[in-house]
């Protein structure tokens, strides 16, 4: 029971070379690639982060930021929606660490 297998075309290999082609992905237009949910996500966060005062919201906005960023497919769609998160978490983290304290709830 000896295999070959080595790079030498054996006699009962069906593959036909000469018929292979090299594959080229088809062209999808901008609007009509799948929505970016990072982003998206970004945005809610991020003006959560800054409506609510939640840190928590803002620095998960920035994540999402990156990582929408990362996966960017629209160069000019993604830009603004990223931009747009990624302004709404810088603010909200301004606005939480160096901004004016939250009163204090009285019990």
Same mark, same amino acid.
């Given at each position: 029971?000896?295999?070959?297998?080595?790079?030498?075309?054996?006699? *009962?290999? %069906? =593959?036909?070379?000469?018929?292979?082609? %090299?594959?080229?992905?088809?062209?999808?237009?901008p609007e009509d690639l799948p929505v970016d949910y990072s982003g998206f996500i970004a945005v809610i966060l991020g003006?959560?982060?800054?409506?609510?005062?939640?840190?928590?919201?803002?620095? &998960?906005?920035?994540?999402?930021?990156?990582?929408? &960023?990362? *996966? !960017? =497919? *629209? &160069?000019?769609?993604?830009?603004?929606?990223?931009? !747009?998160? !990624?302004?709404?978490?810088? !603010?909200? &983290?301004?606005?939480?660490?160096?901004? %004016?304290? =939250? %009163?204090?709830?009285?019990?």
């Amino acid at each position: 029971m000896s295999h070959s297998h080595g790079n030498a075309p054996s006699a *009962n290999d %069906p =593959r036909q070379p000469s018929a292979a082609k %090299p594959y080229t992905p088809r062209a999808v237009a901008p609007e009509d690639l799948p929505v970016d949910y990072s982003g998206f996500i970004a945005v809610i966060l991020g003006v959560s982060g800054v409506m609510f005062r939640y840190k928590i919201c803002s620095w &998960l906005a920035l994540i999402f930021c990156a990582q929408s &960023l990362a *996966n !960017m =497919r *629209n &160069l000019e769609n993604d830009l603004k929606q990223i931009s !747009m998160a !990624m302004m709404f978490a810088i !603010m909200g &983290l301004v606005t939480n660490y160096l901004g %004016p304290n =939250r %009163p204090a709830t009285k019990k």
